[in-house]
């Protein structure tokens, strides 16, 4: 028998990402896991329509970090809502993108975006996610499983 639970932080959607405190880092791995489109959103009396992604999200802020491949910090369930970058997050749905944020003009002033890193800061987080994902295969294989007696 087989269960999956629900997770009460996959309901609430985790921690709002905040993008102007993110815009100083050197990399992120942004991993969305869902969306939902059409969220009432009232902001200084205005009410919109906008669409919020889930994501799992890991922080590179420092050279050390991404040298070390030991991330600064994991926001998991983070929820993004700024339309520009849940516009890119939602293309990239079930994979994963590492990006910085940047503030970039726009027609009604200004708002953030998701830009490239350099190549060899890709290749960084890209030498992480490779050693994060084998080790867990190397968990799923080993068959040791704990004992919940």
């Known amino acids: 028998m087989s269960f999956s639970f629900a997770k009460p932080s996959a309901i609430s959607g985790g921690t709002f ?3 102007a ?3 100083n880092d050197l990399a992120l791995l942004i991993e969305p896991t869902s969306i939902v489109k059409g969220v009432e959103n009232t902001y200084q009396g205005r009410t919109t329509l ?3 992604v889930t994501a799992d999200i890991t922080v590179f802020a420092t050279s050390e970090a991404l040298e070390k491949g030991e991330p600064t910090a994991l926001i998991k369930g983070a929820r993004v809502v700024h339309g520009m ?3 890119t997050l939602e293309r990239v749905m079930g994979g994963a993108m590492v990006a910085v944020v940047r503030k970039i003009p726009t027609q009604s002033g200004a708002g953030y ?3 490239d890193v350099e190549w060899d800061t890709e290749a960084a987080v890209g030498a992480y996610w490779e050693q994060r994902e084998s080790a867990v295969d190397a968990a799923r294989e080993s ?3 704990p004992s919940f007696d």
């Open 17 to 19: 990402f905040k993008p």
């Open 21 to 23: 405190d993110h815009m």
């Open 50 to 52: 906008r669409d919020e």
């Open 85 to 87: 970058l849940t516009s």
């Open 113 to 115: 975006a998701f830009r």
């Open 143 to 145: 068959g040791a499983m």
